[in-house]
């Protein structure tokens, strides 16, 4: 499966995004999608997952950001609220077929290009 990232931009904070992620291939709706960030000089992080329809949430987001599926667009989202200055990173998107634990980059099989998040004080 490829999968394309877009949605990013500059926003302030307190601000709100919404970032798709775009698959093609095998039928979507087989894939365990999450999202993870990478700001510069840091780790790459879990963001969130989604399954078939439970999600899990980094501490950090929960509360503002929610994951969510199309499976009949074969797009993933990432709709993201009261943005903040440490929420700037590229996001990226990821998806596999099998999944144990959603926070692990390590088990996802596929990635999308990332897409930029600044977000302003």
């Known amino acids: 499966v490829q999968l394309q990232a877009s949605g990013g931009g500059l926003v302030q904070a307190g601000g709100s995004l919404r970032l798709s992620c775009a698959a093609s291939?095998?039928?979507?709706?087989?894939?365990?999608v999450g999202w993870f960030r990478q700001a510069p000089g840091k780790e790459r992080e879990f963001v969130a997952g989604i399954r078939r329809s439970s999600t899990n949430y980094a501490d950090s987001v929960k509360g503002r950001f929610t994951i969510s599926r199309d499976n009949a667009k074969n797009t993933a989202y990432l709709q993201m609220n009261s943005l903040k200055p440490e929420d700037t990173a590229v996001y990226y998107c990821?998806?596999?077929?099998?999944?144990?634990?959603?926070?692990?980059?390590?088990?996802?099989?596929?990635w999308g290009q990332g897409t930029q998040v600044t977000v302003s004080s």
């Open positions: 990821a998806a596999s077929t099998i999944i144990y634990d959603l926070g692990n980059d390590r088990q996802y099989r596929y």
């Open positions: 291939g095998r039928t979507f709706s087989d894939y365990i």
